[in-house]
């Protein structure tokens, strides 16, 4: 059995920040989890936090916390994330509801992030996708 082997690389050259790393590698026997984007609805299918962006952060890194443990996952296997949010929305919330949310990994992952003029459902003010790699059982 081979050994999962997860490198974090900011190579010199690129910009260096500690809320995201550049590139990540993935190497052995690894189980790949795809998370589709993660919208704010609760359980029952109804839209949290209408108007709100930092409370619809928070039901959306909800949900994605819920399919990683369907996946047998954690938030720490997060290697990428994708954020679409819609133009116009500050910032700042959103980031400091993630980082209440999800803390401040030692190990942050690869980061994409857009504005977009609008997502599947006009009540939507951020969309999340994520990609975790386990060690494969």
Do not use: C, R
């Not at 026997?29 to 409370?55: F, P």
């Not at 916390?65 to 290697?79: E, F, N, R, S």
């Not at 803390?103 to 459902?121: C, D, E, R, W």
Request: proline residues 5%; hydrophobic residues 45%.
């Amino acid at each position: 059995m081979s050994t999962l082997n997860i490198e974090y690389i900011n190579p010199d050259g690129l910009i260096k920040n500690p809320a995201f790393t550049n590139v990540v590698t993935v190497s052995g026997a690894a189980k790949t989890i795809y998370i589709g984007e993660q919208n704010s609805n609760n359980a029952k299918g109804e839209v949290v936090g209408k108007g709100n962006l930092k409370e619809q952060t928070v039901q959306v890194l909800e949900n994605i916390k819920t399919a990683l443990a369907a996946a047998g996952a954690q938030p720490a296997d997060v290697i990428k994330w994708t954020l679409n949010v819609v133009q116009g929305q500050n910032l700042q919330e959103g980031f400091a509801a993630f980082q209440d949310a999800w803390g401040q990994p030692g190990k942050p992952p690869v980061i994409t992030m857009a504005f977009v003029s609008a997502l599947a459902n006009p009540d939507y003010l951020i969309g999340m996708e994520a990609i975790a790699v386990v060690a494969d059982e």
